[in-house]
C-alpha cells in the first residue's frame, strides 16, 4: 500500500486560507468516509484534527475544516496562524483493518 | 485523561530484535484499538499495525508481515510492539496510538527512539 499523495509543501500569510490535498484511490479514499487528518509540530506526536472526512474532536477550532470529492480528500485551515505553522498528514482506512498515512505537507505561515 | 506511556529509547545492532511498550491510564484499554506508527528521521509517519486487546486480534501492514508481532497484556493494561531482523532503516520514532472517543488516531504515546547502529 503505497502513501496516499499530499503536496510536499503549501503557505499562506496571516488571516489567509490554504488547503491542503489528499490523494489516494479508488480503494481508500474513494471508498471509504474514514479519512483523518494530523497536525505535527517538530518532536512533538500529532494532533488528530478531523476524522471521517470532515468531523471535528472536541476543541479543534473551526478553522480547520475537511471534505472529500472522489478519491482526494482535503483539508482547509483558515484563518491562518503562526501556530498552525506544522507538518499536515492525511490517512485512509484501506480495508482489511488497515489504515495508510499520506506523504506529509510542510504548511508555513508566511 | 487517558494517557499512554512509552518505554524509553533503544539502540540495537542490526540483525537484533526490539519490543517496545505502551501502557495505558486512566480509561479503558480493553476494547479500544491501540495502532503503532513509526516516524523514520525527517519522514512521513507510517502505519504498521494494530491490536485490539480483549480479542487478541491483530492486523498487520503488507510491508511489515512477519516481522513485526503487536501484542497486549490487558492486566496491566500494555500494549507491546515487537520487531525483529532490524535494519537501519527501521531507525525511527515507534508511537502507540490509540482511537478514544472518535474513530481516528486519537491518543498518542509520547514516542521511542529505536536506532539501528552497528
Known amino acids: 500500500q503505497s502513501a496516499l499523495a499530499q503536496p510536499p509543501s503549501a503557505s499562506g500569510s496571516p488571516g489567509q486560507s490554504v488547503t491542503i490535498s489528499c490523494t489516494g484511490t479508488?480503494?481508500?479514499?474513494?471508498?471509504?468516509?474514514?479519512v483523518s487528518w494530523y497536525q505535527q509540530h517538530p518532536g512533538k506526536a500529532p494532533k488528530v484534527l478531523i476524522y471521517?472526512?470532515?468531523k471535528r474532536p472536541s476543541g479543534v477550532p473551526d478553522r480547520f475544516s475537511g471534505s472529500k470529492s472522489g478519491n482526494t480528500a482535503s483539508l482547509t485551515v483558515s484563518g491562518l496562524q503562526a501556530e498552525d505553522e506544522a507538518e499536515y498528514y492525511c490517512?485512509?482506512?484501506?480495508?482489511?483493518?488497515?489504515?495508510?498515512f499520506g506523504s506529509g505537507t510542510q504548511v508555513t505561515v508566511l | 485523561q487517558v494517557q499512554l506511556v512509552q518505554s524509553g529509547a533503544e539502540v540495537k545492532k542490526p540483525g537484533s530484535s526490539v519490543k517496545v511498550s505502551c501502557k495505558s491510564s486512566?480509561?479503558?484499554?480493553?476494547?479500544?484499538?491501540v495502532s503503532w506508527v513509526r516516524q523514520a528521521p525527517g519522514q512521513g509517519l507510517e502505519w504498521m499495525g494494530r491490536?485490539?486487546?480483549?480479542?487478541?486480534?491483530?492486523d498487520y501492514a503488507q510491508r511489515f508481515q512477519g516481522r513485526v508481532t503487536i501484542t497486549a497484556d490487558t492486566s496491566t493494561s500494555t500494549a507491546y510492539m515487537d520487531l525483529s531482523s532490524l535494519a537501519f532503516d527501521d531507525t525511527a520514532v515507534y508511537y502507540c496510538?490509540?482511537?478514544?472517543?472518535?474513530?481516528?488516531?486519537?491518543?498518542w504515546g509520547q514516542g521511542t527512539m529505536v536506532t539501528v547502529s552497528s
Open positions: 471521517e472526512v470532515s
Open positions: 479508488s480503494s481508500d479514499v474513494g471508498e471509504y468516509n474514514f
Open positions: 490517512s485512509s482506512y484501506v480495508g482489511r483493518n488497515k489504515y495508510v
Open positions: 496510538v490509540r482511537d478514544g472517543s472518535v474513530d481516528a488516531f486519537e491518543i
Open positions: 486512566g480509561g479503558t484499554f480493553s476494547s479500544n484499538t
Open positions: 491490536i485490539i486487546p480483549f480479542l487478541t486480534v491483530t
